[in-house]
């Protein structure tokens, strides 16, 4: 793992300067907000969701991957089909940035554009945490960053989230959580050993290195969770 984190460390390098950069090019017209929440699968992400879309109905809430009915195609393809577990890793890795071309397109910037606030569950974060990092896939992380640079690219109108929210817990407590969620159909993503699951969390640790990410301590209650969750929102002024 130190071998993959040092290899990243070497081919993501430009990337905060384009963060700053992307930040000094932000402008007047851009007050609404594109805010990605992530985490491991049993992190109690779904569950915050839902209790954000209950209290913000001005908000325009989608998912990746899915959101529009061609993602949400994409979505049953590369998660619930039963040939998805014998995808490769570059072939996840496409799929995903497929779906998220797609919603970026039709949903996310329309609204954004619009000026309502797009709140999603999941983004590219899961692709950096999952694909590269779970996977153990470095070396696609050029492709990754062309990739990134294409699909938020602001030249053509895009923009890139503007923040990421990540639901973090020990690996353990995650995976046990997601295996006994009863309400959950499992998917071969379940199926992952524990050190998949580690290597995602510090995937997404790794992100938080070049993106702006604020994690939130997710091994408490939902209430405890979404209080620290409004706070971050108000705190960043996306939210009276
Ligand atoms: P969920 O929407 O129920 O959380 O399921 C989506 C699954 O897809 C989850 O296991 C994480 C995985 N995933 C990736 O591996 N890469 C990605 O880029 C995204 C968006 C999701």
Known sequence: MA?????????????????QKFNLLKGIGMESKYIVFDGMDGSGKGTQMELLK??????VFTREPGGTPFAE???N??????????????????????????????????????????FSDRGDSSTFAFQICGEEQGELMDFF??????????????RQPDLYI????????????????ASRTKTHFDLRNIGYYERVRDGF???AGWWPVEF?????????VHNSVMKILATKAILD
């Open 166 to 181: 990540v639901f973090d817990l020990p690996a353990e407590v995650a995976r046990e959580r997601a295996l006994q969620d």
């Open 73 to 75: 195609e994409i979505r």
């Open 216 to 224: 939130v301590d997710a091994d408490r209650t939902p209430e405890e």
């Open 205 to 207: 640790q790794m992100f």
């Open 145 to 158: 960053m062309s990739l990134r640079k294409l699909v938020f690219a602001e030249n053509s109108g895009r």
């Open 77 to 118: 393809l590369v998660r619930d089909n039963p040939l998805a577990g014998q995808s490769t890793p570059l072939n996840n890795l496409l799929l995903f940035w497929a779906a998220r071309e797609e919603c970026m397109h039709n949903l996310v910037m329309p609204a954004l554009k619009a000026g309502k606030h797009v």
């Open 3 to 19: 071998g993959l984190y040092a290899f990243l460390a070497f081919r993501a390098s430009g990337a905060y300067c384009c963060r």
């Open 54 to 59: 209950k209290k913000l109905p001005e908000v």
